[in-house]
């Protein structure tokens, strides 16, 4: 989909003669450029490791999207306390414990209302289980991105679609631009102003 509608093109400074295909494919370029499917709400599944000694992950996708009435954008959590990596220093006790009641390997599913979770930074922090130990995986599923597109993305847009139409190898007159072919000029399309509009959209932690 757009960040553009077309009744927007002229007031963001596009010609409104401009085709739907260039703002398809500069919208398809934003969301390569921020590693995800799109910029508006949508749901994830993240499984992450959780470093020993605390309870807490990032999550790679903001803003968080709350639900109706303020609730949890947190969907389900699941985790469990996995036999410990080489180098991570564990209670021989509580290991004995665990391998006793068979913890090590098994997900438990938390109930969200127990997890603290910040909005703006997508931190959460898990509480410990009974034994004392801390959880050292989680599978995460909740939901991310804008209600709405913001004034920034269309700007982004609307600048990608410039930048495109300014680039001599690209100002062609054809009835459907080639998503590949802006992908191939995404270092000059995407230029600092662009990047610094998407950045607070752009997914942590995936390379």
């Not at 963001?12 to 910029?39: F, I, N, P």
């Not at 913890?103 to 438990?108: E, R």
């Not at 690209?170 to 590949?180: Q, Y």
Request: with cysteine; aromatic share 8%.
């Amino acid at each position: 989909m757009g960040y553009l509608l077309p009744t927007e093109y002229a007031q963001y400074g596009l010609s409104a003669e401009t085709s739907d295909d260039w703002v398809t494919a500069a919208s398809a370029l934003m969301e390569a450029h921020c590693r995800r499917t799109s910029l508006l709400a949508t749901q994830y599944l993240e499984r992450m490791r959780i470093t020993a000694g605390a309870q807490t992950v990032r999550l790679s996708y903001l803003p968080l999207t709350p639900g109706a009435g303020g609730a949890s954008p947190l969907s389900s959590v699941r985790v469990r306390y996995a036999r410990p990596r080489r180098g991570e220093m564990v209670d021989p006790f509580l290991a004995q414990v665990s391998s006793v009641f068979g913890l090590p390997g098994a997900w438990s599913s938390l109930d969200v209302a127990t997890i603290d979770a910040e909005l703006a930074t997508g931190e959460l922090t898990f509480p410990t289980n009974l034994l004392g130990l801390n959880y050292n995986e989680a599978e995460v599923t909740y939901t991310a991105g804008l209600t709405t597109a913001t004034a920034a993305l269309k700007v982004a847009c609307a600048q990608i679609v410039k930048n495109a139409q300014a680039t001599p190898a690209m100002n062609v007159k054809t009835s459907r631009l080639d998503t590949m072919q802006m992908e191939y000029f995404s270092g000059s399309l995407i230029d600092p102003q662009v990047q610094a509009l998407l950045q607070p959209y752009v997914a942590e932690r995936l390379g």
